[in-house]
């Protein structure tokens, strides 16, 4: 191998050489173990939470492969329906034409083409992580097999009773004219106003202080025109008597009653709050307890109407009522139309005040308009039916959440579910198998030649429904559409259900809920067995990645590293303020001033297990992928020392007689040891303590003691053959079993190194991914061998740590006394004098008598033993105390120097908190400092 390891020279001829070789496919005997990906959209790109996501189902498969299970990790992604039409109509609006220009027929082909030119970055991506997908089974949730899916799905709701078509309240994005999930509206804070505005009571009515109208607040004063009433709580002694009553709306002169409803804060303002049922959602709940009508007053931009829509809340239209709106705010904006309302109730004097107010404003999180709640026909599952079931294999155990607190968020929010509107106003998508007539019938079926049959409708004319189903539904059916449900296929009966579900808390509402609700009434199935939530990535600070921060990191760039100016180009790029841009620049500049390293695929996947602690959200430490790369490092070191060693030489692999040391039988105990610990936590999903035992047995005992206390064995040619053989042995098939412990975690390297070295260790195969998972040999757990050599690190520290503290040369030898040493004690001494003789540099070792006195040393304990070091040769006792002197002086200095800032009360007050952090550190440091070198000089006072 070479003597440097090079991630990039290794990693992507490897994955090419599984891929080609069908090693990602489904090969074992055993029971099958499948995972399906979270679909990423077609349109994205991967970020850290995929990087981590793909981290731990890879190091789930290629554990489970290596146990022989038949395991299916099914790739693909998601059609991201406003994502992805967004991107095409772009590239449509830069060449002067849009998508009606071209009719749908004609623009779905061209999404089609730009799907296939330029929507497979992300599963190149997901390759360069080294994902282990099935490749050869690759969905996508717009190809044929699952459209049809997604159909039968539908049409089998509707015929059940679970699917139908409402007129409800619905996110509306004005901009993309379509209604949009929950999950696709960002929050955000902002600066407002709340118009506190007088509205006049009818019929002479008057308030208890003798007041003819009542003041209501709102932070839309435009959507007053479609106000239904004027809520008070019914506890409120100030109004109880106008409940039942009117007021008169103005500039509308609609009348609309006073109710009373525990919705409204008797402490928030005047506790008067006025009920725009069509144009808010807590307002929608409150007229529906009461039956008011609905006055849609917006169109599809949210343009005020000439004159409103009135609906009951069974969604037939409400003739019975006068919808007239002023004529001077037809077709203005709804902005617009905010102006002039308040500037019109304050030339009525009706506008009692402004006051600013924080707002939570919604916006579009692909559109970045503000939403609009809108009343317009929609299609919903009735989820309440589905959630019963949903809820009930949750209780029974047949899903469980990993961690299980989780289950209370998902019992909450099903408990409580309210039906899904599964409509979208676009043409990109799974478009709704429903046909209307000329008279408005709606007609679901698989096709329209079902329809007619079925319904007996003849020649007569039929349209299909113009909107596409909501990209959830056609994911709440991933398990099971992607093996090819509604036929019963044998990917279907043996993949399914699926045995674990990695994901996010974040879209336990939106994924993970309609995936088992789908699924349980569908299949009868569970779609998974575990659900597995983690948390989020965030940065070395604690904050959410964002465009806006300027903390987004590209696992991509932390494999294959990038320059300062390509990362501030990237980090920078699409900002719209300068002033921000020019921040995040000198921000990432400080962070990175060479940009990034490259550290390689199998150190950031192991950065990731590491970090992978049950739901925590994640502090990604640019640190710990350092320390990651040069663990890599360590293991390719070792593994060329273990070459160097036993390349060539008999290591007692095929039959011939071999003598173990205690130090082989040592690390062979060990090594049981660590393949119990990895495997009891990936079991149990704890993948930061997987790999951290993995870690400790590699770096602290293998490299750091395993490979420095054989090369006396080694290297002696007074050691028998047996004994050498023994060590050789040892060596190359530890190491062997080492690799493929952390295979699934760190796939590359580990494939790289046993492919060198499986002939030596008498190993056969093609691929270390399909080799056998190592098991543990509990005869092979020597706790004796175990005990002595514990002793022999305890012993060779302390006199490394004499050394240090002494300043005296490791390669100098040294002579060493014990005392209080009982015969355990003495006969380890005497097993392990050569090794120790060598390796800690002792020129002799003498026990001390009884009622001996020792000369002038420095002392280790080894339990109760004491290792003493006589000093008399070693060490300038005087000049070493001079040196101490010197340091401490300076040192002393320094504390002051800084405890003087720190207790001027000017400079404290004065300085930024960093800056004060910075000193605090920094005078701690000395202290601890200018503590150790007091301590060492009295020690060597006293010798």
């Known amino acids: 191998m070479d003597k440097t390891y090079q991630p990039h020279a290794i990693e992507t001829s490897w994955y090419q050489t599984w891929e080609a070789n069908n090693y990602f496919a489904p090969q074992g005997a055993?029971?099958?173990?499948?995972?399906?990906?979270?679909?990423?959209?077609?349109?994205?790109?991967?970020?850290?939470?995929?990087?981590?996501?793909?981290?731990?189902?890879?190091?789930?498969?290629?554990?489970?492969?290596?146990?022989?299970?038949?395991?299916?990790?099914?790739?693909?992604?998601?059609?991201?329906?406003?994502?992805?039409?967004?991107?095409?109509?772009?590239?449509?609006?830069?060449?002067?034409?849009?998508?009606?220009?071209?009719?749908?027929?004609k623009f779905l082909e061209k999404v089609w083409e730009w799907k296939e030119e330029s929507g497979g970055t992300i599963t190149r991506q997901i390759r360069?992580?080294?994902?282990?997908?099935?490749?050869?089974?690759?969905?996508?949730?717009?190809?044929?097999?699952?459209?049809?899916?997604?159909?039968?799905?539908?049409?089998?709701?509707?015929?059940?009773?679970?699917?139908?078509?409402?007129?409800?309240?619905?996110?509306?994005?004005?901009?993309?004219?379509?209604?949009?999930?929950?999950?696709?509206?960002?929050n955000h804070d902002e600066k407002g106003s709340l118009w506190n505005l007088r509205y006049p009571l009818a019929d002479g009515a008057k308030t208890a202080d003798g007041l003819d109208y009542l003041v209501v607040a709102t932070t839309r004063p435009e959507t007053m025109l479609g106000?239904?009433?004027?809520?008070?709580?019914?506890?409120?002694?100030?109004?109880?008597?106008?409940?039942?009553?009117?007021?008169?709306?103005?500039?509308?002169?609609?009348?609309?009653?006073?109710?009373?409803?525990?919705?409204?804060?008797?402490?928030?303002?005047?506790?008067c709050v006025k009920i725009t049922p069509a144009h808010d959602f807590n307002d929608y709940e409150v007229g529906k307890r009461h039956n008011l009508p609905l006055f849609n007053i917006f169109d599809k931009n949210a343009a005020v109407l000439?004159?409103?829509?009135?609906?009951?809340?069974?969604?037939?239209?409400?003739?019975?009522?006068?919808?007239?709106?002023?004529?001077?705010?037809?077709?203005?904006?709804?902005?617009?139309?905010?102006?002039?309302?308040?500037?019109?109730?304050?030339?009525?004097?009706?506008?009692?005040?402004?006051?600013?107010?924080?707002?939570?404003?919604?916006?579009?999180?692909?559109?970045?308009?503000?939403?609009?709640?809108?009343?317009?026909d929609q299609w919903y599952v009735s989820t309440k039916p589905l959630a019963e079931k949903a809820i009930a294999v949750v209780e029974n155990g047949d899903i469980q959440f990993v961690p299980k607190q989780y289950e209370n968020m998902y019992f909450s929010w099903m408990r409580d579910i309210q039906d899904w509107c599964i409509s979208r106003q676009l043409w990109w998508g799974h478009r709704i198998p429903a046909w209307y007539d000329e008279a408005g019938q709606v007609y679901v079926g698989r096709d329209e030649a079902e329809v007619r049959a079925k319904h007996n409708l003849g020649d007569q004319p039929l349209r299909q429904d113009d909107d596409v189903l909501?990209?959830?539904?056609?994911?709440?059916?991933?398990?099971?559409?992607?093996?090819?449900?509604?036929?019963?296929?044998?990917?279907l009966k043996t993949f399914h259900p699926t045995d674990v579900l990695v994901t996010g808390f974040d879209i336990i509402f939106f994924w993970v809920a309609r995936m088992i609700m789908l699924s349980t009434h569908l299949t009868g199935q569970v779609p998974f067995k575990t659900v597995y939530v983690h948390g989020l990535v965030r940065d070395g600070q604690g904050q959410k990645m964002s465009k806006s921060k300027g903390n987004v990191l590209d696992p991509l760039d932390l494999i294959d590293g990038i320059e300062l100016d390509a990362l501030m180009a990237k980090r920078t790029g699409g900002l719209m303020q300068p002033k921000m841009a020019e921040k995040i620049a000198k921000q990432t500049k400080a962070e990175f001033p060479e940009g990034i390293a490259s550290y390689g695929t199998d150190a950031l996947r192991f950065t990731f297990c590491s970090l992978a602690s049950t739901g925590r959200d994640i502090k990604f430490d640019m640190g710990r992928v350092e320390g990651y790369r040069n663990f890599c490092n360590k293991l390719w070191n070792a593994a060329n020392f273990v070459i160097e060693n036993t390349d060539g030489q008999d290591c007692g692999i095929n039959g011939e007689p071999v003598e173990l040391s205690s130090v082989d039988r040592w690390i062979i105990s060990a090594l049981q040891r660590t393949e119990q610990e990895v495997t009891r936590q990936l079991d149990n999903f704890r993948f930061d303590l997987a790999a951290q035992a993995l870690y400790?047995?590699?770096?602290?005992?293998?490299?750091?003691?395993?490979?420095?206390?054989?090369?006396?064995?080694?290297?002696?040619?007074?050691?028998?053959?047996e004994r050498q053989r023994g060590t050789r042995?040892?060596?190359?098939?530890?190491?062997?079993?080492?690799?493929?412990?952390?295979?699934?975690?760190?796939?590359?390297?580990?494939?790289?190194?046993?492919?060198?070295?499986?002939?030596?260790?008498?190993?056969?195969?093609?691929?270390?991914?399909?080799?056998?998972?190592p098991v543990a040999n509990e005869s092979r757990i020597d706790a004796a061998a175990e005990a002595d050599i514990e002793w022999v690190k305890a012993l060779m520290l302390g006199l490394r740590q004499i050394r240090g503290e002494m300043k005296i040369s490791m390669a100098k030898r040294i002579d060493i006394i014990v005392q209080n040493a009982n015969s355990e004690d003495l006969r380890r001494l005497a097993d392990n004098e050569?090794?120790?003789?060598?390796?800690?540099?002792?020129?002799?070792?003498?026990?001390?008598?009884?009622?001996?006195?020792?000369?002038?040393?420095?002392?280790?304990?080894?339990?109760?033993?004491?290792?003493?070091?006589?000093?008399?040769?070693?060490?300038?006792?005087?000049?070493?105390?001079?040196?101490?002197?010197?340091?401490?002086?300076?040192?002393?200095?320094?504390?002051?120097?800084?405890?003087?800032?720190?207790?001027?009360?000017?400079?404290?007050?004065?300085?930024?908190?960093?800056?004060?952090?910075?000193?605090?550190?920094?005078?701690?440091?000395?202290?601890?400092?200018?503590?150790?070198?007091?301590?060492?000089?009295?020690?060597?006072?006293?010798?």
């Open 306 to 376: 000439a004159s409103a829509q009135i609906f009951n809340f069974n969604g037939s239209v409400n003739s019975e009522l006068d919808g007239s709106l002023p004529a001077q705010y037809a077709g203005l904006d709804r902005f617009e139309a905010r102006k002039q309302i308040v500037a019109a109730f304050d030339a009525a004097g009706l506008l009692v005040s402004v006051d600013d107010h924080a707002l939570k404003v919604p916006k579009g999180d692909r559109s970045g308009t503000t939403i609009e709640p809108w009343l317009t």
């Open 470 to 491: 909501d990209t959830w539904f056609s994911a709440g059916l991933w398990t099971f559409s992607t093996l090819g449900w509604p036929e019963q296929t044998e990917a």
């Open 834 to 943: 050569p090794l120790l003789n060598k390796l800690a540099k002792l020129e002799s070792v003498r026990v001390l008598a009884a009622g001996e006195e020792a000369p002038m040393s420095a002392t280790a304990l080894v339990g109760d033993m004491q290792v003493l070091v006589p000093m008399a040769g070693l060490i300038d006792k005087d000049a070493e105390l001079a040196r101490l002197d010197k340091e401490i002086q300076r040192l002393s200095g320094e504390v002051q120097r800084v405890g003087g800032k720190l207790s001027n009360e000017g400079f404290v007050a004065k300085a930024p908190a960093e800056v004060l952090d910075k000193e605090r550190a920094k005078l701690a440091e000395a202290e601890q400092a200018l503590g150790k070198l007091v301590e060492q000089r009295e020690k060597i006072a006293n010798l």
């Open 729 to 773: 042995r040892t060596l190359i098939r530890v190491l062997e079993a080492t690799l493929r412990l952390a295979h699934p975690f760190m796939p590359f390297i580990t494939e790289e190194i046993w492919q060198r070295i499986k002939a030596q260790a008498g190993v056969a195969g093609e691929t270390i991914m399909l080799q056998p998972w």
């Open 696 to 721: 400790e047995f590699i770096w602290d005992e293998y490299c750091a003691w395993y490979l420095e206390l054989v090369k006396p064995v080694l290297w002696d040619a007074e050691a028998s053959s």
């Open 227 to 271: 106000d239904s009433a004027v809520a008070v709580n019914p506890n409120d002694e100030r109004y109880q008597a106008l409940i039942g009553k009117f007021i008169e709306l103005p500039l509308v002169g609609r009348r609309i009653p006073i109710i009373a409803d525990d919705y409204c804060d008797p402490e928030f303002g005047t506790g």
């Open 128 to 186: 360069r992580l080294g994902s282990s997908v099935d490749w050869s089974r690759e969905r996508f949730t717009m190809d044929d097999g699952l459209s049809e899916s997604v159909k039968e799905a539908f049409v089998r709701l509707h015929e059940d009773g679970l699917i139908y078509r409402g007129k409800r309240l619905v996110n509306w994005d004005t901009k993309l004219h379509t209604a949009i999930s929950d999950l696709e509206v960002e």
């Open 30 to 105: 055993g029971d099958s173990y499948t995972i399906m990906i979270p679909p990423p959209n077609v349109t994205g790109s991967l970020h850290m939470g995929h990087g981590f996501n793909n981290a731990i189902m890879d190091a789930l498969i290629r554990f489970r492969r290596m146990q022989g299970r038949n395991t299916l990790w099914q790739p693909g992604t998601d059609h991201a329906g406003i994502a992805t039409q967004m991107v095409v109509e772009r590239q449509l609006a830069a060449s002067g034409i849009s998508r009606h220009d071209l009719g749908r027929e």
